[in-house]
């Protein structure tokens, strides 16, 4: 994160530089349409399907600092020069921002919540279809347990029926963006994620099936999650 902090500083120090100490030209027609490659390249490559959305703020301050190098420098070499080294930091700060949302981060909190939630609902359908297919015991079917984490019973049932898909539905976390001072400057939003258990509502088993649910682990004494939950309501 740190990283591209200094790199967008850095875009925007050099950009300021070039520009107040060789200001000159006014080539609005080059730097629009440098700008509009960019942007469209940038649409076209990023993919926009994964969970941590794309890094908007990066692309936009690299486009804006290419387009005020190319439009208001007066020498054509140093403008090029200085935008093809602002435009490949700008790459290589996009790609840095990237990286960092398969390691708990987004630049798109909405569009995360949704993901998450279908990764919730998908490991909850899982977790249904093998305690009801095949069929449970008549013995363990019947039987009838308090409300709370899933009886030990079914959770060895549904370990041996899932196999291997075991560990990988029971990894699924919640997760709950929330702002950082550096989330003003780069729009990266860090996640807390929360453990899941299979929450039984109580009853015979025939019938509470259905009514499963994952609900966040609780916390353990001391721990606090103040920035996860005001992010949630918000």
Known sequence: MDWIILGMAGQVLATAA??????????????????????ITYVCEVPWGIGGGGPVVQILLTTACVFSIVAFTRSRQLAAATAAVVLLAGIAICYEALSLYDHGFTSHPSRYRIVNADAQHGALNAIKRALTTPALPPSV????????????????????????????????????????????????????????????????VAQAIGRL??????LKKGQILVKALKMEKR
């Open 213 to 218: 649910t994952l609900r966040p682990a609780p």
């Open 18 to 39: 070039v520009v107040a100490f060789f200001h000159g030209a006014r080539r609005w027609w080059a730097a629009s349409l440098v700008s509009v490659m960019i942007l």
């Open 141 to 204: 079917e019947q039987s009838t347990f308090a409300a709370g984490p899933l009886p030990a019973p079914l959770m060895a049932i549904l370990h041996r029926r899932l196999g291997t898909a075991f560990s990988f539905v029971m990894s699924t976390r919640a997760g709950y963006p929330f702002k950082e001072w550096q989330t003003y400057l780069t729009g990266i939003y860090p996640i807390r994620h929360r453990r899941l258990v299979i929450w039984y509502p109580g009853g015979r």
